[in-house]
DNA sequence: ATGAAAGCGCTAACAT
DNA sequence: ATGTTAGCGCTTTCAT
């Protein structure tokens, strides 16, 4: 068998096949302006098209249309863990019944504003972003290109968008305050070193700064690459350190330094409080179970309904639309 | 401020501010026909698109072009786990410089050939997908659209599809193997629950029933959904079951009932014998360490200079393209 | 009830 | 060295 470029079937080709024209199979397949053609038309159209294995151009609709049915979000995002791309699932669900396509874009860019420039470039329905990415000018880029919906998921309202916020830093707010609560007096503020966590890492350390100029302890930011021989390095620094407690950045980070603190003689949480952030299942399943930060965010069907309204709505006002709360979960890592 | 509208800015505008013409435009910042163009126009053409902030439209590049840019995976991969997505990031940065925009399609669907459908629509340059969703409807349906390269990861080669073979009925297997070689007789193996997992199950339970077959020892499924919950439910049931042994789908799956094992007092390894599958970090975290069986596949970056290769080279014929070898990593649990 | 035709934004073959 | 133009596949207004 040789592989040969198949023939591109196009809507002219189920047209001359059902012997009609190509307004009239743009009518049937879409089943836009019902009534108008007659059901053994209608039912010709459909057997041409499904004898000739027809499958419409989305670039060609798009085009046409003006604006596509995408929606786009950082892949960044399903990388954050399970709790994530659970709730992305959700969403994907619900912006599929409005007719929408989730994309989650793989790109990563240090700038901003090329980042937005790939995403503008495929024109989507909607994008959501972390608002950390999203600078003025990337902002300004997206909605010149007709993006209608920018959406941020950030810490604070982002001029010129829909903002959901999410404050990260309240995550380092609240870890800190607890710990300090506890006693703790010397915390170490774990920093991922791996691509894309350093903003939202950024934002968990301020909060953790700003708690602790309340509260009177002292932040040490402390860089931990996920990796068993990294967590060891740290873990052995710790002796000299004078620490007696750390935030993790999140449960990943925190379980695998708690590891490497047990390895190395270190009690938690008798000798270093440990807190996490995301609440996922796996803190639950450490020993000692971890204490987290968790976030309540609005369900991703939920979000999927907003979308869709606000692409609706072209003239909706940017704005906040919703706070994520963040709440302390206590067990027995602190 | 109000909303409105943003005026959008083509190609013809760059032109008509730069005092040339659309093509010049295109040759320009498409940088095609070095030498064409005069310095001094560049920058005039440069300028004037900067200055207006034009985005090019990649619906109507790609409409132009017959293809499109886009390299689709359905974003189910990316939801496995830790290993996998640094694996993803890395195949996107290849992608990237080879000129591709790496995209995770959210959707789901029953049917594979309304999944395929989906996808065709896109017009991708390439789709990486699990084989078990690839049909021959499915890839002809693909082809049929004019998407060059289909690339199926998947157990066995997938007719009319380049294949890159995982064998999860592998990981079974090796994980009954060694049980059995280590005096295990009666071992359950978890079948998750969650969507998107039952075709990897599948296939993970079919390679354990044959290692089974041929070391004498019994196979149970078990159903476990991941929530804390359910696996005490499991572990309560353990005690009048008589199985020495788990297989636990994955590292994930594996922990989570290995903890809710112990809480039910049982001893791993002593009364069961733990293996997962996909050697995560955590896998390491876990006490005890859990033995798991790895994979090890070709870099990102490899799969990406190869999906370019099939690309540009649209005559190579279908086949098996490499295969991904399986290994057990023993540790403590079994 | 159906068809003809314009045009979305872009690129490349062909003029000049 | 630059411009003109056809046409990618689709939808939709307007005409029949």
Redesign the pocket.
């Known amino acids: 068998m040789t592989t040969m470029s198949a023939p591109?079937v196009?809507?002219?080709d189920v047209a001359r096949a059902a012997?009609?024209?190509?307004?009239?199979?743009?009518?049937v397949?879409?089943d836009?302006e019902p009534?108008?053609?007659?059901e053994?038309?209608r039912q010709r159209v459909r057997d041409a098209a499904a004898r000739l294995g027809?499958v419409?151009?989305a670039a060609?609709?798009s085009?046409?249309?003006?604006r596509s049915n995408l929606v786009l979000m950082p892949a960044t995002q399903a990388a954050i863990g399970r709790l994530v791309s659970d709730w992305l699932d959700d969403l994907q669900q619900g912006l599929h019944r409005h007719g929408y396509t989730l994309v989650l874009h793989g790109g990563h860019d240090s700038d901003p504003v090329d980042l937005a420039r790939s995403w503008a470039e495929l024109r989507p329905a909607a994008v959501a972003v972390p608002g950390m990415q999203l600078t003025p000018a990337a902002v300004d880029l997206l909605r010149n290109a007709g993006v209608g919906v920018v959406l941020a998921l950030s810490p604070e309202a982002v001029p010129g968008a829909y903002t959901v916020i999410f404050r990260h830093d309240e995550a380092g707010r609240l870890a800190v305050e607890h710990l300090a609560q506890r006693g703790r007096r010397r915390i170490a503020v774990v920093m991922p070193q791996e691509r894309g966590l350093d903003l939202y890492a950024g934002q968990r350390l301020a909060g953790a700064r700003q708690a602790a100029a309340t509260h009177g302890v002292q932040i040490t930011p402390v860089p931990l690459a996920y990796r068993l021989a990294d967590a060891a390095r740290l873990a052995r620094s710790w002796h000299d350190s004078g620490w007696d407690a750390v935030f993790g950045y999140n449960d990943d980070y925190a379980l695998l330094l708690t590891r490497a603190l047990q390895d190395e003689g270190l009690d938690v949480p008798g000798d270093v409080a440990v807190v996490g952030a995301d609440d996922l299942l796996v803190a639950q399943l450490a020993r000692p179970r971890l204490t987290s930060i968790a976030f309540d965010t609005s369900s991703g069907a939920e979000l999927a309904a907003l979308i869709d309204r606000l692409i609706q709505q072209p003239g909706t006002e940017p704005g906040v639309l919703h706070t994520a709360a963040m709440r302390l979960v206590e067990r027995d890592s602190s």
Chains 1, 2 share one sequence.
């Open positions: 591109r196009t809507s002219a012997g009609v024209s190509r307004a009239t199979v743009s009518f397949l879409n836009t009534g108008r053609v007659s053994t038309t027809y419409s151009h060609a609709r085009l046409r249309a003006g």
